[in-house]
C-alpha cells in the first residue's frame, strides 16, 4: 500500500490532501506560514495564542485571502476571550478548532459544533480520550513530551499504547518527535489517521521566525530542549518545552513572583496560570519576533535534533512521502 492511500482517512477528516498538521506555534503559525502549509498540500493551523476575537478575526481574514484550503486554529481554553474566539472561528467559516491547554466540556464542544465546525482536542490518559469522544470531539491529537511548546508529562511511546492500540477504530493523530516518513507510515499502519509536526516548519523557508530563532534550532541538539523545574505542586504549572538559555531563569523568576501572588490570595490559580501563559507569549515574541536567543523563549521539541537544514514546505513533504513509500516497499 502506498503512502497516501494510507492517509487517506486522516485527508477526509482535514480536508488537505496529507493528513499532515501543522503544530499551532505561537508568533510563528501566522497567516504567511499557515497559508503556505495549507497551500502545499498539509493541514495549516494558526495559533491564536493570546489574541482577542478582534486580532483572530484579522488573522483568518489574511490567511483566507492566500490561501482557499482548509486550515484551523488552535485556542488555548484558558483565554478568557475563550467564547469570543469560537465566535470569530464560527462567523469566518474555518473548518477546524483545535482546543488546546485543558480538557474541554461538552458545552465548549457543542457550540462550536453548532457552527458546523469540527472538533479536535488532546488527551493525557485512554479514560479521558475515551470521554472525549463520548462528549463527541471529532478527532484526538495525542501529543507527547517530546514536542515543543506547551506539553503534557508523558511520552508519545507511551500515549501510543495507551491510547492509540486500544483505540483504532477512533480518529487519532499523534505528534512529539515526529519527522521522518518511516515513522509516520509506521504510525499510520498501527491504526493513526495522521501526525502532527512543529519544530521543523518553524526552521522552514515560509517560516517568518527571526533568522537568529532558526539558526539557534538549527544548531541545537535535542539534550538542549528542556521543560523547566515546577517550583510548588501545589501551583502546577503547564511545561513548555524549550531550548534553555537565560530566559530559562528567568521563567522560574516568574514562577515565584506569581506563586507569591498566589500564596497572598491576590490572583487564583486560573488568574496565576495566564500571567505566566502571556509570560511565555512576550518571551517567545522577542526570539521570534525581535531575534533575541539570549533572553526570548526558544520553543521547540526534540526533534531539532534532526532539523539542520531550513527548507521549502514542500521538500520537507517530499522528503517524508518518499521515506514512507521506500519504506512500505521494504516492509511489504
Known amino acids: 500500500m502506498k503512502f497516501l492511500e494510507l492517509m487517506e482517512r486522516g485527508s477526509k477528516i482535514l480536508g488537505s490532501k496529507y493528513a499532515l498538521l501543522g ?10 506560514l499557515v497559508s503556505a502549509m495549507s497551500n502545499a498540500g498539509i493541514f495549516g493551523v494558526l495559533a491564536s495564542g493570546a489574541m482577542d476575537g478582534r486580532l483572530l478575526q484579522n488573522e483568518i481574514a489574511l490567511t483566507q485571502e ?14 478568557p476571550k475563550l467564547q469570543d474566539l469560537i465566535d470569530v472561528c464560527g462567523e469566518k467559516k474555518v473548518s477546524h478548532v483545535i482546543l488546546a491547554g485543558g480538557i474541554p466540556d461538552k458545552s465548549t464542544i457543542d457550540k462550536i459544533h453548532a457552527y458546523g ?157 495566564l500571567l505566566l501563559e502571556h509570560f511565555w507569549a512576550g518571551s ?7 531575534g533575541d536567543v539570549d533572553r526570548g523563549s526558544l520553543m521547540s521539541g526534540q526533534i531539532v535534533e534532526l532539523v539542520k537544514e531550513e527548507k521549502h514546505i514542500t521538500e520537507i513533504i517530499n522528503t517524508i512521502i518518499s521515506e514512507a513509500d521506500d519504506f512500505l516497499a521494504r516492509v511489504s
Not at 23 to 32: D, K, L, Y
Not at 66 to 79: D, E, M, P, R
Not at 284 to 290: E, M
Request: glycine share 10%.
Open 66 to 79: 492566500k490561501t482557499k484550503c482548509n486550515f484551523g486554529v488552535n485556542i488555548i481554553l484558558v483565554n
Open 117 to 273: 465546525v469540527q472538533v479536535m482536542t488532546f488527551a493525557p490518559s485512554l479514560s479521558v480520550a475515551k470521554r472525549l469522544f463520548r462528549q463527541g470531539i471529532d478527532a484526538l491529537i495525542l501529543e507527547g513530551s517530546e514536542a515543543g511548546g506547551h506539553v503534557g508529562p508523558v511520552s508519545t511511546m507511551v500515549l501510543i499504547q495507551d491510547i492509540l492500540l486500544n483505540m483504532r477504530e477512533y480518529p487519532i493523530f499523534v505528534a512529539g518527535g515526529i519527522l521522518r516518513g518511516e515513522i509516520i507510515a509506521s504510525l499510520l499502519q498501527l491504526g493513526a489517521v495522521g501526525c502532527q509536526l512543529g519544530t521543523v516548519f518553524a526552521c522552514c523557508k515560509e517560516s517568518v521566525a527571526h533568522e537568529n530563532f532558526k539558526k539557534a534550532l538549527l544548531k541545537a541538539s535535542g539534550r538542549n530542549a528542556a521543560t523547566p523545574v515546577q517550583l510548588d505542586k501545589r501551583f502546577p504549572i503547564t511545561p513548555v518545552r524549550a531550548l534553555e538559555n537565560a530566559g530559562t531563569e528567568e521563567f522560574v523568576d516568574q514562577q515565584r513572583e506569581v506563586l507569591a501572588k498566589f500564596e497572598k490570595g491576590e490572583i487564583t490559580l486560573d488568574n496565576g496560570r
Open 23 to 32: 503544530g499551532a506555534m505561537t508568533w510563528i503559525s501566522e497567516s504567511n
Open 284 to 290: 517567545l515574541r522577542r526570539a521570534v519576533c525581535g
